[in-house]
C-alpha cells in the first residue's frame, strides 16, 4: 500500500471523473488519499468527498491564492471545522510570493491564523510555500515556539534554506512529480539526503504529474511512479519507500485510520 499525501480530489469531483479517478488509484494500490481543502467556501465539496469514502480523508483551509478572498478566516473557524471526525489536517495554507495572488501581508496573517489553529486543534499543518522560504520559516518557528505546532512542507521544491529548518522544526518533507523533473537535479540531491522518517509522497494531483506521465493531468494513482522515482534515486526497494512513507503519514496524521489489511 501507498499513501497520496495530497491531492485536489474536488477539481475531479467537478470534471465528472472522480469515480474513475479513484477505481485506477485503488488498482494501483493507492490505500490512502489526503484530499485538500483550499478555501473555507468550497470545504463542503472536499468533505463530502471523504465522507462518502473509507479511504480518503480531508483538510480544511484558505490556499495562500485564494487569502485575499477570505482573509477574515479565524481560527475560531477553523478549529471548529476541524472537529469533523474526516478532517485530519489544517491547511492548505502558507505563502506564495511566486504568483503574488494575494497581497503578501494578507497572506502572512491567514497563515498566522492556520498556524493557530493547527496548535490549538492538535492536528498538523500542510505548508505550501514557494519563493518564500525565509518568511515560512519565521512563522512556522514562532508557532513551534508557543508549542504543539507540527506538520509537513508539501510538494517541496524550493532549497535547502526550507528543507533544514522545517526539519529542524519538526516538519516533515513531502515529495511531489516535480522530483522526477530531468531538471530538478537539486531538488533530487535533496531528496537523497533526506532522512526516512522525513519523508512522504504526494502527486498534487491534477497538476504536476510525473515522469513518465508528463502531459497528462495528475491523478493519485500516478504516485506509484514517483515513489518508484525515489526509491531508485535514494537506492532503496519501492516496499521500502512506500512502507516508510505510509507509516510517516499516519505517524504525522494520527487522527486518520490506516485502512484494514
Known sequence: MIVDSHCH????????ILPDVL????????GTMLTIGTTIAEFPQVKAIAEAHEDIWCSVGVHPHHAAEEPDI????????SHHPKVIAIGECGLDYHYDRSPRDVQRAVFRTHVEAARQSGLPLVVHSRNA????VEILAEGVAKGGVRGLIHCFSTTRHLSG???DL???????????????????DIAKELL??????????????????RG?????????HTAGFLAKLRETSIEHLERVTSDNFFRLFDKARRPAP
Do not use: C, H, W
Not at 479565524?74 to 471545522?81: D, F, I, P, Q, T
Not at 522526477?180 to 537535479?185: E, Q, R
Open 133 to 136: 522560504d525565509a518568511e515560512t
Open 23 to 30: 477505481a485506477r488509484a485503488r488498482a494501483a494500490g493507492v
Open 74 to 81: 479565524s481560527v475560531e473557524r477553523l478549529v471548529a471545522l
Open 165 to 167: 529548518p522545517a526539519i
Open 196 to 213: 526516512d522518517e522525513n519523508l512522504l509522497v504526494e502527486t498534487d494531483a491534477p497538476y504536476l504529474a510525473p515522469v513518465p506521465m
Open 170 to 188: 519538526g516538519f516533515s518533507i513531502s515529495l511531489s512529480g516535480i522530483v522526477t523533473f530531468p531538471k530538478s537535479t537539486d531538488l533530487q
Open 9 to 16: 480530489l474536488d477539481y475531479m469531483a467537478r470534471d465528472g
Open 216 to 224: 497528462k493531468k495528475n491523478e493519485p494513482a500516478f504516485v506509484v
